[in-house]
Nanobody
Framework: QLQLVESGGGLVQPGGSLRLSCAAS????????IGWFRQAPGKEREGVSC????????NYADSVKGRFTISRDNAKNTVYLQMNSLKPGDTAVYYC????????????????????WGKGTLVTVSS
């Protein structure tokens, strides 16, 4: 069964850090671009970050630039999202998703075009 499983969410105080993991099973992530998305209560889902398959090129939403870092470990078939300096506005369910058949060197993760999605992990930033 092909699936992505997120982990690492939880409750953290403003200014704190969390590291989310996205582990794949049933397929290898090597040739997939991987994106992190989030959906806050009452809001539409938005793209947070994307990493290309080969070379590991990345992009970030303006709201998280300088605070979040996406990385991948193909040997572990896992992608990470390191989140620092968290703010209450980062509170959301975070999803990872994979897309194949895209340029291997350009981080391109279209929300409407991802092939596989995880079920999400909740991040709550609150004092």
């Amino acid at each position: 069964q092909l699936q992505l499983v997120e982990s690492g969410g939880g409750l953290v105080q403003p200014g704190g850090s969390l590291r989310l993991s996205c582990a794949a099973s049933g397929f290898t992530l090597d040739y997939y671009a991987i994106g992190w998305f989030r959906q806050a209560p009452g809001k539409e889902r938005e793209g947070v970050s994307c990493v290309s398959s080969i070379g590991g090129s990345t992009n970030y939403a303006d709201s998280v630039k300088g605070r979040f870092t996406i990385s991948r470990d193909n040997a572990k078939n896992t992608v990470y999202l390191q989140m620092n300096s968290l703010k209450p506005g980062d509170t959301a369910v975070y999803y990872c998703a994979a897309v194949g058949g895209v340029d291997w060197f350009i981080p391109h993760c279209p929300d409407g075009g991802m092939d596989y999605w995880g079920k999400g992990t909740l991040v709550t930033v609150s004092s």
